[in-house]
């Protein structure tokens, strides 16, 4: 190895998954990790893997990494309430409203919201614009429901989104909540859906959005709200 | 009505929503895989049930089963 490689740390390569040089956001919970819990998450990856290569089980890699990302992301967050509001259904569902609203950063070709003034920004310019966007009011995009998923764009720097670019219902279901209304389960789907970029400013949306969300919702006489976080 | 992850059920519950389903699922994919109609339909009716079973402020309940790679709806 030359002399002009910089040697890399252990904790600068776990570090390097979250906003860094190899980043993935699958991954990105490495870097909350002691090293010593990273290592063993590499070393049952691995050994998993080689399992894998002869049983071809390799929801046993699937496992591996949701059974890591449920202890990364252990814990409450700062986001704490003693009490908690609660409305009962005040009719059936098949007789109410309801209307869909994600965080998954979706939004229609043609109706970008170009963030921080920017156009056609792409997903590795979000990822880069993270520390902007937390700080940032979030950007409601309307969608139609029912928009064919070539129309439907999807950009967010804070989770892989090449589940939601496959298959927008992985995160925002406006299909399957189509064909619900269509069963009579649902009495009516609002015809706009609602997504924004979940990674912003949370007081900001605490304090403004979310209350003006609320109101127009009112407003639209939504009985029932489904919310996707992402 | 929220529909979230188990990665995430410390969190939401800390924050005393009414009503939560948590599904045992990959960040990034709350309802389940690409191309996994079946199991996402299942957790938008379990939610839609949830909406209209639940009586008392943070009731969460999980659903069962497991996520399932490989159903890819990629073009």
Known sequence: ?230 | MTIGIRAFRPRLEGMTLPRALITPHLMGRTLGAPGDRDRQREAVVAALELIEEAEQPGTFVELPGAYRAGRDARG
């Open chain 1, 1 to 230: 190895m030359s002399d002009d490689v910089k040697q890399e740390s252990f904790d600068e390569f776990k570090c390097s998954f979250a906003y860094g040089s190899r980043t993935d956001l699958n991954f990105k919970f490495l870097a909350g990790l002691p090293d010593r819990e990273a290592a063993e998450f590499f070393r049952d990856l691995l050994w998993k893997l080689g399992d894998v290569l002869d049983d071809g089980q390799f929801e046993r890699l699937v496992d591996h990494v949701y059974e890591w990302q449920v202890h990364a992301y252990a814990g409450e967050g700062k986001w704490t309430y003693a009490n908690g509001p609660f409305t009962p259904l005040r009719k059936p569902l098949s007789e109410s409203r309801l209307v869909l609203m994600s965080s998954s950063g979706h939004f229609v070709e043609g109706d970008d919201p170009e963030p921080f003034g920017i156009q056609n920004m792409s997903q590795e310019e979000a990822v880069k614009n993270m520390l902007k966007f937390i700080r940032s009011e979030p950007m409601l995009s309307r969608i139609p429901v029912g928009t064919p998923k070539e129309n439907l764009k999807v950009r967010h720097g804070g989770y892989d989104i090449r589940g939601a670019q496959a298959d927008p219902n992985v995160v925002f279901p406006h299909e399957l909540l189509l064909d619900l209304e269509r069963e009579g389960r649902i009495g009516e789907l609002a015809r706009d859906a609602y997504s924004f970029v979940g990674a912003c400013s949370q007081r900001r949306l605490l304090k403004r959005s979310g209350p003006e969300w609320v109101k127009m919702f009112q407003e639209k006489q939504i009985d029932v709200a489904l919310l996707v976080p992402v």
